[in-house]
């Protein structure tokens, strides 16, 4: 548009020379000259009036060339996000540096940030050899039983913010295998993509086997649904595309998730904006341009349902419905009812949410470890369905949008990268987001009579009662996109950490409740001896299930915790986690760990053999009782700790014997 005005510019400028000497007012020389003159002006404006229909013509790249991997190809009314450029370039600036764009990517200089340059990796059953070949990107899997050998050239990527899976061409025409480790950015390191997850694959026998085994393929017809736009794992070809020998084998209209994925098909919107009258009318307007979405002039559910088709727990209907959407893509749009859908269904945690006729092989929530026992989603990436359980959403207007910004305004003053991990609006990191809606506490008494924790404390942001870091991903915890409040009661029947206990880390439920109950009346629920007396966060480190050991792993390393409850206790704790039986709670034990005083040099490997594992664990308990300690009773007296710094062992072990140790999957 600013190239726009600026041709117009030159357009007015040129043509004010040959009218002033046409008028006469002038003296040009010859009528000749004046005559030249007006025909060049003539000739300059055709030319920029053609190039004004011309230049926002659609760039569509068409891949024609892979036939190792899955190809993009805008088809049907999809045009890609080539064709919006020119006309909306900070939108699509802004979208270009969030990682939704890079969430998958073609193998390149560009988008892989894993280390290639000769690296030996060496597992239970696999060695691995990542190295560099000219342009290509090359993995050597080294296999015993059944042996083999074989080099792969490494096609395509998934990640590129905390981490990055990658993607092996295969002899099978466009079928991908996958990596079997996968990098982290932020520690430079390469790890087993099995002990990436809270899943019982780490607990196999042949846990490199099985991961080579149950991911062949999946590329296509799993991670292709939230990590493309309009992906189809079996397309039915158009006219146009089946003349194209290479038309086969998967294809999506672009890899990553791009325009269309939230704004719908574009070919209309892109052809009657090809008409420049059309296009100021329009800009000039500020009236919504029917022929295309704006998730934000659609009602709150509406809209929300744009992110939902992607950052949702999803089933097919039925087996039908999923033959047509590897044939034809889904056909959810931009706009439409969701829940209505044909082919996709939005999975409830509870029973009693769903219709009836609820996909026949969908799991029941209730032996589903992505959901708290209350029917509350417990993993990352699936924020829709917190969302749908909200009082703010269900009784009020709330929406993604509420806090979230999928473009970063032009007046936002952070930096791009700032703003593009997680993508909130200016300002929604903090109290701004709900006092939006519930303006009575921005008054700062109301909100310390509400909070009971002076204004400016950690205990006064509103997210860290009513959203805490309750969800499990990418191996730490996330806050929960359900609004709720603490209570006990919910703690003990569900085993989800409370948000007082989850800062509080040496406080027990009792604590909790009897506070609960003077400040917010909440009656104080019956506890059983270990809730009186032995903090509630030791509880669910010791006894909880791999999920809330995982979340307490993490918050024995989170800095608000460790301000209001001490860093000078929890090291026997995430010790113990060093020698868990999943290899991902292992991992958050030892980040955490390194926070804590004496321990920034400890070393370990969290996927070593067993008995390396437990030697470390003990090491890490010595390295703990070995710290010059500043007062006897400087203990908090729920922690398991005695006068003398010694860990009470009899209730130490007899928690940690009885733990709930059940195989346990959060299908991030
Ligand atoms: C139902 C939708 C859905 C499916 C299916 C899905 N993902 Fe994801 N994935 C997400 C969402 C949403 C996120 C973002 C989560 C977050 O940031 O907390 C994500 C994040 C990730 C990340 C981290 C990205 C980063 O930049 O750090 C990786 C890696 C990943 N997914 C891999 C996979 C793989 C591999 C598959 C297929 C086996 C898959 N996902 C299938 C929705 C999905
Ligand atoms: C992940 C979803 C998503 C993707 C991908 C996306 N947008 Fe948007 N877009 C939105 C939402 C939501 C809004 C509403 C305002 C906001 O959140 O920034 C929006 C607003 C807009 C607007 C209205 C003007 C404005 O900024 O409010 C334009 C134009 C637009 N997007 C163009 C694009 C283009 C072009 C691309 C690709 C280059 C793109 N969008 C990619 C979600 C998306
Ligand atoms: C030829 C120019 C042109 C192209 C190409 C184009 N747009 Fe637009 N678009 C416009 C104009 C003009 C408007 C009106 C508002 C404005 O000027 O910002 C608009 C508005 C929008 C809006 C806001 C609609 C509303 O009701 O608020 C979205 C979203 C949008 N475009 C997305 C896209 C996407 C996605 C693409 C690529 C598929 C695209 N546009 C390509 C010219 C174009
Ligand atoms: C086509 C699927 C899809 C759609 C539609 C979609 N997302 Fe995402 N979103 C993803 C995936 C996959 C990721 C993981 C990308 C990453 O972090 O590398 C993600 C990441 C994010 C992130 C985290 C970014 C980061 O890495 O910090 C936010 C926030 C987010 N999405 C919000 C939204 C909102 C809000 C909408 C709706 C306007 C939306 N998304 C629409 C799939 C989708
Ligand atoms: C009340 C405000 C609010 C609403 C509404 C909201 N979010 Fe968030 N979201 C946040 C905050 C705050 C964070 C950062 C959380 C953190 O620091 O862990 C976040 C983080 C995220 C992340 C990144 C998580 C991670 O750390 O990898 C994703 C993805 C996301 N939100 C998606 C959504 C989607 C999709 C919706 C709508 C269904 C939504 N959010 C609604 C406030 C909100
Ligand atoms: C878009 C507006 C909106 C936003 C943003 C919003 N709320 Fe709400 N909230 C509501 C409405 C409306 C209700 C229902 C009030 C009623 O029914 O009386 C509600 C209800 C609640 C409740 C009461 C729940 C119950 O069971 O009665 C809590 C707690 C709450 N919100 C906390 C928050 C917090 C914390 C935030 C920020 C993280 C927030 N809200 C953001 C609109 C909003
Ligand atoms: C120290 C923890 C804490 C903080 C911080 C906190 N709340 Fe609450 N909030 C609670 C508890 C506990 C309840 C009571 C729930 C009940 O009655 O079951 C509650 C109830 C509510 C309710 C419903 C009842 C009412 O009083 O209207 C709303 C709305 C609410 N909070 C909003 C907020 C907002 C907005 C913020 C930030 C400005 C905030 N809260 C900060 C703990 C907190
Ligand atoms: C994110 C951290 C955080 C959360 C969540 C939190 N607090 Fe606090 N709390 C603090 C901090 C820090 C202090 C120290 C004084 C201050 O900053 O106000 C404190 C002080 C207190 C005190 C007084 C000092 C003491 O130890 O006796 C009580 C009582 C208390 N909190 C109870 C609660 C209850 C009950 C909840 C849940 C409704 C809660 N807090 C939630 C951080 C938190």
């Not at 020379?17 to 003296?27: E, K, T, V, W, Y």
């Not at 996968?182 to 809270?198: C, E, N, Q, T």
């Not at 070995?626 to 003398?644: E, G, N, R, Y």
Request: proline share 6%; aromatic share 8%; glycine share 6%.
């Amino acid at each position: 548009m600013i190239l726009e005005l600026f041709l117009c510019t030159v357009l007015f400028c040129a043509a004010l020379g040959p009218i002033l000497a046409l008028s006469g007012r002038f003296r040009l020389g010859t009528r000749r000259t004046a005559g030249a003159i007006a025909a060049l002006w003539l000739g300059v404006s055709i030319l920029i009036v053609a190039a004004a229909f011309l230049w926002t013509g659609p760039a569509v790249t068409r891949e024609a060339f892979a036939t190792n991997r899955p190809i993009q190809r805008p088809t049907g009314n999809y045009v890609g996000s080539g064709a919006c450029r020119n006309c909306h370039p900070h939108n699509h600036s802004t979208w270009h540096d969030s990682y939704h764009r890079t969430m998958t990517q073609v193998a390149s200089d560009e988008s892989v940030i894993g280390d290639f340059n000769n690296v030996e990796l060496t597992g239970k059953d696999l060695h691995v050899r990542l190295f560099r070949q000219g342009k290509q990107f090359l993995a050597e899997l080294d296999m015993r039983n059944p042996d083999f050998s074989e080099t792969y050239q490494v096609v395509m990527t998934t990640g590129s913010h905390n981490r990055q899976a990658y993607w092996l061409s295969t002899s099978k025409a466009r079928e991908l295998m996958i990596l079997p480790y996968m990098y982290l950015k932020a520690d430079k390191k390469w790890i087993p993509r099995h002990s990436g997850y809270i899943n019982p694959m780490c607990l196999q026998e042949r846990p490199e086997l099985a991961v080579l085994k149950g991911d062949f393929g999946r590329w296509s017809t799993v991670c292709i649904k939230c990590h493309a736009t309009h992906g189809r794992s079996e397309p039915l070809l158009d006219q146009a595309e089946s003349r194209s020998p290479n038309a086969t084998g998967t294809q999506a209209v672009e890899f990553g998730i791009s325009c269309e994925a939230c704004h719908g098909p574009g070919a209309e919107h892109v052809r009657v904006n090809q008409d420049p009258l059309r296009r100021y009318r329009q800009h000039l307007a500020d009236e919504p341009d029917l022929t295309i979405v704006n998730p934000a002039r659609l009602p709150h559910d509406r809209s929300s349902e744009v992110c939902g088709q992607c950052h949702a727990v999803i089933f097919h209907r039925t087996d039908e419905a999923e033959k047509n959407w590897r044939q034809k893509g889904y056909t959810y749009r931009p706009g439409g009812n969701l829940h209505a859908d044909p082919i996709q269904f939005i999975m409830r945690g509870r029973l009693d949410l769903m219709p009836p006729d609820r996909p026949r092989d969908a799991p029941n929530p209730a032996e589903d470890g992505s959901f708290w026992s209350d029917g509350m989603i417990r993993c990352s990436g699936r924020e829709y369905n917190g969302l749908l359980d909200t009082p703010c959403f269900q009784r009020g207007k709330m929406s993604c949008l509420s806090c979230h910004q999928m473009h970063q305004a032009k007046d936002d003053p952070r930096k791009r990268k700032e703003w593009a991990d997680d993508q909130l609006k200016f300002g929604m990191e903090g109290n701004r987001a709900c006092l939006q809606c519930h303006e009575q506490f921005k008054n700062a008494d109301r909100l310390t009579r509400h909070t009971h924790h002076a204004g400016d404390s950690t205990g006064s942001l509103c997210y860290n009662c009513h959203m805490p870091f309750t969800t499990y991903g990418i191996m730490k915890a996330i806050r929960s996109h359900q609004i709720d409040s603490p209570s006990v009661k919910t703690s003990l029947a569900t085993g989800r950490p409370n948000a007082c206990n989850q800062c509080h880390l040496d406080k027990t439920l009792a604590w909790t409740a009897q506070r609960l109950a003077s400040w917010y009346k909440i009656p104080a629920p019956k506890l059983a001896k270990d809730e009186q007396q032995i903090a509630a966060s030791i509880l669910w480190t010791l006894r909880g299930d791999a999920g809330q050991r995982a979340l307490m792993a993490w918050s024995f390393g989170w800095d608000d915790a460790l301000a209001a409850s001490g860093n000078h206790w929890q090291a026997p704790y995430l010790a113990q986690l060093l020698d868990d039986r999943y290899d991902a709670v292992r991992y958050i034990a030892e980040r955490s760990l390194k926070r804590l005083p004496g321990f920034r040099e400890f070393t370990y490997n969290f996927v070593g053999p067993p008995d390396q594992r437990a030697a470390a664990s003990q090491r890490a308990r010595q390295t703990w009782a070995d710290l010059p300690k500043s007062a006897p009773q400087d203990f908090p007296p729920h922690v398991l700790i005695d006068k003398q710094g010694r860990i009470r062992e009899g209730d130490f072990q007899r928690l940690w014997k009885n733990r709930d140790d059940r195989p346990m999957a959060i299908n991030e």
